[in-house]
């Protein structure tokens, strides 16, 4: 009776040399299906270039002579591989860097004018806001003034319509 809890394995290429207790055991690896073929079971399966293929069961024998790939069929090791199946969350998780924000200069605006007001306390800019606006009104003000200073010299007749003839 072996006890698999003592197991101890060493592997070159493919086949792997099992210790239980004092025991050592060779298995192979199934072709198809990655899994652990023990000793008694399974086939050789030469190809014709000469390759031995180690098959485990009648079931992947038959999709190996199919010439299915065991990366489409889902209970094989391989399709497990490639959509990331039983790995530990520990190795799955990577550090993503994060990206930087650089700031830049705007048309207008130099990068060090961006700063400086950025670094202005709202009440400041706010005033300024208001100082603009006042300066703006003001001028809309003196233009309307002097437009109606100038309003006699510019008298026109009633407007005609360009498609109706005289």
Partial sequence: ??????????????????????????TELCAMSEYRIWPGTGKLFIRRDGKPIFLGSSKAQSLTLQRKKPAK?????????????????????K??????????????????????KASQKPEFRSAQRDAALKEVKQRKKDNKVKSKGKGATGVRGPKIPKNVKR
């Fill in 1 to 26: 009776y072996l006890h698999l809890h003592d197991e101890e394995a060493t592997t070159t290429k493919r086949r792997k040399y099992i210790t239980l207790g004092t025991m050592v055991i060779a």
């Fill in 73 to 93: 069929l889902v209970w094989t090791q391989a399709w497990r591989r490639l959509h990331k199946k039983g790995i530990t969350e520990t190795n799955l998780k």
């Fill in 95 to 116: 550090r993503r860097t994060r990206s930087t924000k650089v700031q830049r200069a705007v048309v207008g605006l130099s990068l060090d004018d961006i700063k400086k």
